[in-house]
């Protein structure tokens, strides 16, 4: 009779598994049967992700296409017109109030064409930063100079601007 090496092998298995009790015997076979379930679930999941990621990274390189497409067009556009027959002091005024800085305003005067100079007292750093970026993004309005000191309370500030239209 011939003896291969798996046969060896397998007989070593068999004669080692005999020696175990009935109890060790069924975990160590139903470990060796949960091992491949275990792992085709692992290749699965890792399948899937990798699916998933594959997804992302393409909707990222779509949307980074659009964008070096749209880029130069975004960049290019006018600032949004001011409402028609309103001066730069109407705007000013009114977006202030909006904004919640009519108790700061502390005064305004033309500055030259286009150009407004605003005071403003104990007016929170917070709101005059959204306010002067709402400016600019809603009606084109840029910040020429700006002097910003502390107002002695925490988040106030005392501030001189001239604000430029256009």
Known sequence: MKLSADSLTL???????????????RIVLFGAALVPVLLVFAVLLLDRSVSQAHQRLLKKRTDLAWSQVAAPEIAGSPAPPSPAGESLLVIVDRSAREAGLAGALAGSEP???????????????????????RLAQQNGIRVDSATIDSAGAPGLVNAALVLHAG
């Open 111 to 133: 500055a030259g064409p286009g150009r407004l100079s605003v005071r403003l007292q104990k007016a929170s750093f917070d709101a005059l930063v959204g306010w002067l970026a």
């Open 11 to 25: 007989g070593a298995a068999e004669r080692w598994l005999a020696t175990l009790s009935g109890r060790e015997r």
